[in-house]
């Protein structure tokens, strides 16, 4: 894996976003394309959000801070 990856300490997946790892910090991970990347968050009303593919290939919106709370805290 490449700089970003070997950095993040404490990075964590969820089995409904296999392709994408999610750090301590609040990154969002996209391991969709050969070279790993941070997501760029968007704004949805008062918290960002990240737009991402699921396990079936969908794009789904979902909010960071929930991602982050399911992968460290099931």
Do not use: W
Not at 8 to 30: N, Q, T
Not at 31 to 51: D, E, F, H, W
Request: aromatic share 8%.
């Amino acid at each position: 894996m490449n700089a970003i990856t070997e950095t993040k300490a404490g990075l964590r997946s969820i089995e409904r976003f296999p392709l994408y790892r999610f750090s301590d910090a609040g990154d969002v991970i996209s391991l969709v394309r050969s070279n790993p990347r941070k997501l760029r968050p968007i704004q949805m009303g008062a918290y960002t959000g990240v737009t991402i593919l699921n396990e079936h290939g969908a794009l789904e919106k979902q909010y960071v801070h929930r991602l982050i709370c399911e992968a460290f805290h099931g």
